[in-house]
């Protein structure tokens, strides 16, 4: 059974950090590329950022030179260090496991200005 679980989340005011993680398991973490997508209220779901299996990185132009995605097979945990946070910034994120169809159940991000 495949199950991502993401972590992290809360309220935090304009200008500060949150680091997500998310925990996997049932799959084979270590050959999938891992995404963070966020969905705010009213809002299409968007990429924020992915890692391939081979720890290639790509970040949407709102989260460039702010966000850091990294992973860590031996722990099967994906990570999305969130710096510098605007308040458009907040929203559910969830992260995905490319090409296995399956979604955690997010975690939800409030920043304050």
């Known amino acids: 059974q495949v199950q991502l679980v993401e972590s992290g989340g809360g309220l935090v005011q304009s200008g500060g950090s949150l680091r997500l993680s998310c925990a996997a398991s049932?799959?084979?973490?270590?050959?999938?590329?891992m995404g963070w997508y966020r969905q705010a209220p009213g809002k299409q779901r968007e990429l924020v950022a992915s890692?391939?299996?081979?720890?290639?990185?790509n970040y949407a132009v709102s989260a460039k030179g702010r966000f850091a995605i990294s992973r860590d097979n031996s722990k099967n945990t994906v990570y999305l260090q969130m710096n510098s946070l605007k308040p458009e910034d907040t929203a559910r994120y969830y992260c995905?496991?490319?090409?296995?169809?399956?979604w955690g159940q997010g975690t939800q991000v409030t920043v304050s200005s």
């Open positions: 890692v391939t299996s081979g720890n290639l990185t």
């Open positions: 049932g799959i084979r973490f270590w050959s999938y590329a």
């Open positions: 995905y496991a490319w090409g296995t169809g399956y």
